[in-house]
């Protein structure tokens, strides 16, 4: 979930405009799917009951408005930046400039943890028998060896990961039809709404967790200067793709419900497994896990790849120090970034669990969410000298209000989820100051 590097200027070399919009469409449906879903379809329903499925939807409409800021930004600024480049011609303060790209930075560390907890639970257990913490470790070193081996093969491993994580949960959308069908199941369970804390904060935590498999359209901003023509295919990649993904995110939550009961989901660190072990279509459990842990090792892949990237395109710019842009001498990936990267996860992995990691990356991109639609109603003060999409002000307007009500503690949202973030970008904070007392002495010096 992490972005390009701050551009705050026009852009002087222009990438090869080659992308069209079923690509970008396969992209934004590939990006959302993944670790979310196979892992926290059971917390969400600690939330609501039964009724699992409402927090998604929900979830759903309230990211198609963020989503309409993302489609006019992009429109008009059709750079690969993303929040930070908007940010940044918004306010045209460096240091919020910075802030919002560290947040999306430790957005994507905080998400791959979260999939490297999920990782070491019931899943991995078909196979083998690991504590958690140990199983979140190993699958970690692997991410990091395929991270340091570079940028085409990593590309190629995530390719092929998305191919089978949609595959994955196609299987769950079909056990569900052929559940409907064959009488299986209590469907009427789907219908049962016990709240925890009362229906709306119910429904609202429920959602600012469930906001968590939602995440990752944002990352499709990133391929704008590549597409042939981003003013009309990034809006209709961009909503197709996330509705696709809500269907077929529906879809599994009501399966799920219809099949197990509340209280296994809840407690289950495989939730889809249960699933899979239950239901009348007959498919291998142990396939089933294999999948599921496929598709979490592409979550955290892309992650930590992007995240690390990010770090290395800092450093080379000046805004962090130097030495996070040091480049390997055989394998040319940016190995002090990747080290770093790595090293933040492992503290994560130590310290939180499925949910409040979840939880801590949801809350990250809130903030740099409620900061977009913000931006995009400041930003109609400098018109462009070509068409694009255009969001009703309205839509922007009650996203903004939207983000900032999800990210508040009414949601249930732990003390703990709001140290852990306030930690991170603290880091940041450090880095910025650090590197720029360095540049200050080497100026005195020199």
Known sequence: MAEATIDSGPAQHSLRRVIGRRVLLLFVVGDILGAGIYALVGKVAGYVGGALWLPFLVAFVLASLTATAYAELVGKYPRAAGAALYANRAFNTPFLTFVVAFAVLMSGITSA??????????????????????????FLGLVT????????????????LTFIEAFGLLVIVAIGVYALFSGDGEPARALEFHPAN????GVLGGTALAFYALLGFEDSVNLAEESTDPQRDYPRALFGGLA??????????????????????????????????VAGLTFPPKLFALIALLAVGNTALINMLMASRLVYGMAREGIVPKVFASVHSTRATPWVAVLFTTAVAVVLVATGDVGGLADTTVLLLLMVFALVN??????????????????????????????????????????????????????????????RLFLSERERSS
């Open 113 to 138: 943890s979260a999939a490297a907890r999920a990782f070491g639970g019931k899943y991995l257990a078909e196979f083998v028998t690991l504590p958690t913490v140990a199983g979140a470790f190993v």
């Open 145 to 160: 060896l395929v991270n340091f081996a570079g940028i085409s093969e990593s590309i190629k491993v995530n390719v092929v």
């Open 198 to 201: 009362g229906a709306f904060l």
């Open 244 to 277: 696709v993904a809500a269907l077929i995110y529906l879809a599994v939550a009501f399966t799920a419900t219809t099949l197990v009961d509340t209280q296994t989901l809840m407690t289950s660190s495989g939730p889809l497994l249960e699933v899979v072990k």
């Open 374 to 435: 913000v931006a995009v109603l400041v930003l109609r003060r400098d018109p462009v000298d070509h068409d694009h999409y255009r969001a009703p002000s309205w839509m922007p307007a009650l996203g903004a209000v939207v983000c900032l009500v999800l990210a508040l503690p009414v949601t249930g949202r732990g003390a703990d989820v709001y140290l852990r973030a306030g930690a991170l970008l603290a880091i940041g904070v450090v880095l910025w100051f650090v590197n």
